[in-house]
């Protein structure tokens, strides 16, 4: 553990340099916070204008302190911040809190501040929380260094939170959930420790189980990569809520998006290659953090059953589940058979189920949960009730319901849903499914999206490993033929292509390539050739071939194009198939990722990919295209094919291997069309693009 983040996060004693009398002071909150929580370490307020203040001796500057404290919080404007921590690293002080705005969150000369500050920091090793935040909140050790008002203590428990916005952390820590809190930790500009540092520390803390994460950026990925792979190994559930998705967002953040493989896509696949489950509001977010904390090995899979007490609510369950990706599986005639009992001879028994049958009574209940327990392809069941704070008539039921999960709670994982939010839950129904250990979220739409963000995630194999150092680039090919060579040897298959500079070697080419062939003039400033008209399709004669070189030339010089910076190419005929997608993005500190989707001119229009961060294996590749319309097109639809799905995948492979080797040089590389025939597949034009 850092002794620097020690001291930050949970620290033995504190200096409150700008403490004073004023009520609205940042100082003065401070204070009030720490008092009002039962701090049990030394308070030291810091203030020139008083000799003592709330009955403690206040003092001048830090130097004036009667020990080295472990932390001080910088509740001052902004101008003081810079000398005021520089005073801090000369007394010895550990650790500091900057409160206040106007560093890079501001003008220029807010940029120069936090650089500067930064410089201090490095130069005595300080831990620095912000600048431009509220502070943090130690819950288990009573520490609110903590600028809002407190307007309750905080229930100590098992749930991290970790966020990039004070709002954010404010209306998460005042959420009517019930929700038990380790640490509420505000990271603001992180000039000196972001969000991978505060992970790392939560990561070796036995009473953090859940942490929740709210990111609009991530300054240092491979940083958050190590400290994510450390909490996951050590069993913590990792949820984060990423802004900056939509244009709008964006520009809030700063985020550049691509058209297939934008930046939410990309987290999406960062997230769920390190475990961590990726939610998309603050109720999801809550109503993962209620489940998680309760169960942090919550993993449903195909096994998922939901009982309620009406044939409405069980089809509107269904109905709202499938496009989350849910799936309630068919149950076993042998499960209806144990549950038969309870329901009249006509009714038809489906999951999810509607448990009312004869008319509730706990007997009938319990006949319905034991055949469900029993059948051990069912995991995970979901009980969702009315049971809305203000009470209700269905009350009584739910409380009985509760009766009856406990009796099997060893058989399988029971959740409790309130099926609609309202006002939150019921307190009883809380307090006897707590006594039991069983998670009750409030809301349908909010509790069955947690459940399906982390079903996902548990969907896919173990997290990667925090990235090494890259492998050695090999040389980097100078031309489209030798990008094409250099594929070939790698393992992508790519068409024969040929350069030509005359029309008659384009004719002795074509007899070598064999017919019918096509001709392209190809230069890394035209990558739309098609749209220029720069391809020239089945050329079935060497006068064909001939002609087409001929046009080709006259466009080279229509465009300006020397013949070194514009090449004709002769290239094999394709056979017919299915045309795919390949694209490779590479981002600094995030690793290289392959995407995958339906390919040619459709590429733009179906705006459909898969991404997963590479080099993938065959299992992964084949996953990549099943999540499109690929594979059903490969597959055969309408009388065409099947096509070379093996092919296809060891493509994918290959060229994800392909794309990390020159991550370091490249930023983006595609091969589009490769079109996947009967008997097996070739790749027709490739870009790379280099770094800027």
Known sequence: MNNNLKALLAPESVAIVGASTRRDAIGTKILANLRAQGYEGRIYPVNPKYQELDGLACYPDLDALPEKVDAAFLAVPAGSGVALAEQAGRCGIAAVFVNANGYADGNAEGLLRQDALTEVARRYGLAVCGPNNIGMINVHRKTPLWTPRIARELVPGNVAVITQSGSIAIAISENERGIG???????????????????????DDARTQVVLLYLETLRDPQ????????????????????????????????????????DDKLYDEFFHDLGVIRVRDL????????????????????????????????????????????????????TIAGM????????????????????????????????????????????????????GVDLAYALDMADVAGE?????????INNMAGRGTHAALHAELRRRDIPYLSGLKPALSAIASIARTAARRQPA???GPPPPMPPVPDAERAWFEALSQAGVPMVRSLSCQSAEQAGAHARQLGLPCVMKLVSETLPHKSDLGLVLLDLRDEAAVRQAYAALDDKRRELGLAPRDGEIVLQQMAAPGVELFLGIRNEPGFGSFIIVGVGGVLVEISRQSS???????????????????????????????????????????????FGAQFAQAFGAMEINPLIVSAQGAMGVDFLAERRH
């Open 181 to 203: 809190f380790s640490y509420i930790i505000t990271a603001g500009n992180e000039a000196v420790l972001d969000v991978s540092d505060y992970l790392d520390h939560v990561a």
């Open 223 to 262: 940083g958050f990569q190590r400290a994510a792979a450390k909490a996951r190994a050590a069993g913590k559930a990792l949820v984060a809520l990423k802004v900056g998705t939509s244009e709008a967002g964006g520009r809030l953040v700063q985020a550049h998006t691509g058209s297939l493989a934008g």
């Open 283 to 334: 109720d999801e977010m809550l109503e993962a953090a209620v489940l998680l904390s309760s169960q942090p090995a919550f993993a449903p899979g195909p096994g998922l059953v939901a009982l309620t007490l009406s044939g409405g609510e069980a089809a509107l369950i269904a109905d709202m589940a499938e496009p989350l990706g849910l799936r309630f599986p068919m149950l076993e005639e042998r």
């Open 340 to 391: 038969r009992a309870a329901y009249p001879e006509y009714s038809t028994i489906r999951n999810p189920v509607d448990a009312w049958g004869l008319g509730f009574n706990k007997d009938n209940f319990r006949v319905i949960v034991k055949a469900l327990a029993a059948d051990p392809a069912l995991r995970h069941i979901l009980v969702c009730v009315d049971a809305p704070a203000g009470g």
């Open 408 to 416: 099997f709670r060893q058989d399988k994982t029971f959740v409790f």
């Open 465 to 467: 490993v925090p990235p």
């Open 611 to 657: 991404m997963r961060r590479g080099p993938v294996d065959a299992q992964q590749a084949r996953e990549m295209l099943q999540e499109t319309v690929a594979a059903k097109l490969i597959a055969g639809v309408r009388g065409k094919g099947p096509y070379d799905m093996q092919a296809a995948v060891q493509a994918i492979v290959a060229f994800s291997r």
